[in-house]
């Protein structure tokens, strides 16, 4: 290991970052400096892109970096980051803009011809506990690469970057939700995949709200579908959905809104259900007889013809049989 400056020009990025890989899926393997550029800055959104802002503005305050950029040198002399690419890529606009700045080298730790295996060691160590965190999704897609593609074992994975097997697991599933039903609903409806959408398929792992979907009769694709249309307005919302789907009128609106409209329903029927439950039988009674003697002509042709209010029909008729039991025993 070398502690030296490097000519910009030299150092190459590391194409196996998750957010470059982003870029590459998306665009293909023609790399640009503008691409990576763009990668790099708006990987997960407006946050992402206030960091990318804010560290070139403190790069060029200070002129230059404080702590160095690590890089692998290969046996053919090749110079590739393992951690930096956000800071290389500064410094390579920066050497374009200001080819008289003092942009022409930067502090790196060199190490000479790493194994692949060390390599995954220091990025995990750096972006998934580090202080220079991946965004969820980068993090995730990379757990899935060494997990799922190149086959490390979860004692090593979690050797190099430390956690719980089921955190891991977590992040692993939640990546493989998101790419195999997020993203061609999202392509198929025109819209680019958010990676900021990651955290909704991160919460849909909890096994309760798996189970609600099936017990409903409803798959990861109504969920990815529900992301794409914005009925899941937030990624806190999704562990509501098991009372949403429980709820049928809740569950109407839900389907035709968000989940926060939804919402408002389950309170209002547990607000309704309490004050019923305080209400003397008379007072129940005399609602009851204005109620009917105002029906509306539609809502009895829905009982009488629409399958979907069979179950109210049904809740009438039971009630019948109550009445009729209590006017046996009175009289």
């Given at each position: 290991m070398e502690y030296i400056k490097l000519s910009i020009d030299k150092v190459e990025l590391d194409i196996k970052n998750p957010r470059i890989q982003q870029y590459l899926e998306i665009y293909g393997d023609d790399i640009r400096s503008d691409g990576i550029a763009l990668a790099l800055n708006s990987s997960s959104g407006a946050s992402s892109t206030s960091s990318y802002q804010t560290l070139k503005?403190?790069?060029?305050?200070?002129?230059?970096?404080?702590?160095?950029?690590?890089?692998?040198?290969?046996?053919?002399?090749?110079?590739?980051?393992?951690e930096g690419n956000t800071r290389v890529q500064i410094y390579k606009e920066f050497a374009l803009a200001?080819?008289?700045?003092?942009?022409?080298?930067?502090?790196?730790?060199?190490?000479?011809?790493?194994?692949?295996t060390?390599?995954?060691?220091?990025?995990?160590?750096?972006?998934?506990?580090?202080?220079?965190?991946?965004?969820?999704?980068?993090?995730?897609?990379?757990?899935?690469?060494?997990?799922?593609?190149d086959k490390l074992p979860m004692a090593t994975i979690i050797s190099f970057c430390g956690g719980k097997k089921a955190e891991i697991e977590k992040?692993?599933?939640?990546?493989?939700?998101?790419?195999?039903?997020?993203?061609?609903?999202?392509?198929?409806?025109?819209?680019d995949p958010d990676p900021r959408e990651f955290s909704k398929f991160s919460e849909l792992q909890n096994t309760s709200i798996k189970q609600a979907l099936t017990v409903h009769k409803f798959d990861r694709t109504d969920f990815a579908k529900w992301?794409?249309?914005?009925?899941?307005?937030?990624?806190?919302?999704?562990?509501?959905?098991?009372?949403?789907?429980?709820?049928?009128?809740?569950?109407?609106?839900?389907?035709k809104s968000t989940i926060s409209?939804?919402?408002?329903?389950?309170?209002?029927?547990?607000?309704?259900?309490?004050?019923?439950?305080?209400?003397?039988m008379d007072e129940l009674v005399s609602e009851l007889i204005k109620k009917c003697r105002n029906i509306e002509f539609s809502y009895i042709k829905q009982l009488r013809d629409d399958p979907r209010f069979e179950d109210k029909k049904n809740r009438i008729i039971e009630l019948e049989t109550e009445i009729k039991d209590i006017i046996s025993e009175v009289e």
């Open positions: 503005e403190s790069i060029k305050v200070n002129g230059g970096i404080i702590n160095p950029i690590i890089v692998n040198k290969y046996s053919d002399g090749k110079l590739v980051v393992i200001d080819p008289e700045g003092p942009w022409k080298e930067i502090i790196a730790i060199v190490y000479d011809n790493l194994p692949e060390d390599i995954h060691a220091i990025r995990l160590q750096t972006h998934l506990v580090g202080p220079r965190d991946w965004d969820p999704f980068s993090k995730a897609k990379y757990l899935n690469q060494l997990s799922n593609i992040l692993i599933n939640a990546y493989t939700d998101m790419t195999r039903f997020y993203f061609p609903v999202a392509t198929a409806a025109e819209i992301v794409v249309n914005g009925n899941i307005d937030t990624a806190q919302n999704v562990r509501k959905l098991p009372l949403i789907l429980a709820n049928s009128v809740a569950k109407e609106v839900f389907l409209e939804a919402e408002k329903y389950i309170n209002s029927s547990e607000k309704i259900k309490k004050n019923l439950s305080d209400a003397t």
